[in-house]
Structures are given as structure tokens and as C-alpha cells.
């Protein structure tokens, strides 16, 4: 069963920053454009940023100049660099495929800003 892990979250202050990680087992790597997606409390989850199996990325408009998605292939891990980091960035990160599957939801890894 393929699964994602993430981690790197944590608190952290206004302006600061936070990598994160998202390791999978199997080949979901190779095969699927990935992203990063999050939910804050009382909100829908969303798509932060994404990239496909060739490179190309997108970002949300809130996230954009701030935040960097890369992928390793050969580690099956994608990462999530954030930088600049804003109280409204709070919330649940979690990785998955693009477009998302049920069965590949983690338990997501908590980023705090605090202001």
C-alpha cells in the first residue's frame, strides 16, 4: 500500500522558515504530478503548489515568491521549502498526487507562524 509521510513542521515566528518533506513508498513518484496542499482551521483544503513529473510548477498566488516545490526521484520525496513565512500560513500541510487520491492522505504535519 502506498503511503505518504510528511515532516518539518513546526512553530515558528512571523518571517521565518520551514522545510518540509513528503516520503513515499512505492513508485507514486515516477508516475504522478505531485503537490502540496493544506487545510487551516475552519477552512477547505487547498492547493499550494505543485509540480509535474517533467518540472513544470505552479503556485498558489498566496504562496508565490515565498514558497519553493522540488521533487528527488530517486528518493521519492518531495519537498516544500517556505520562506517569508505569515501567520495565515498556519494550517495542516499534506502531500499528495495532482489530482489528489483518497487512499494517499498522511497525516499531514503541522505548521505554526506565530505573529
Known amino acids: 500500500q502506498v503511503q505518504l509521510v510528511e515532516s518539518g513542521g513546526g512553530l515558528v515566528q512571523a518571517g521565518g522558515s520551514l522545510r518540509l518533506s513528503c516520503a513515499a513508498s512505492?513508485?507514486?513518484?515516477?508516475?504522478?504530478?505531485m503537490g502540496w496542499y493544506r487545510q487551516a482551521p475552519g477552512k477547505e483544503r487547498e492547493l499550494v503548489a505543485g509540480?509535474?513529473?517533467?518540472?513544470?510548477?505552479n503556485y498558489a498566488d498566496s504562496v508565490k515568491g515565498r514558497f519553493t516545490i522540488s521533487r528527488d526521484n530517486t528518493k521519492n520525496t518531495v519537498y516544500l521549502q517556505m520562506n517569508s513565512l505569515k501567520p495565515e500560513d498556519t494550517a495542516v500541510y499534506y502531500c499528495?498526487?495532482?489530482?489528489?487520491?483518497?487512499?494517499?492522505w498522511g497525516q499531514g504535519t503541522q505548521v505554526t507562524v506565530s505573529s
Open positions: 499528495n498526487t495532482i489530482p489528489w487520491r483518497r487512499q494517499y
Open positions: 512505492g513508485s507514486i513518484f515516477s508516475l504522478n504530478a
Open positions: 509540480i509535474t513529473i517533467t518540472g513544470s510548477i
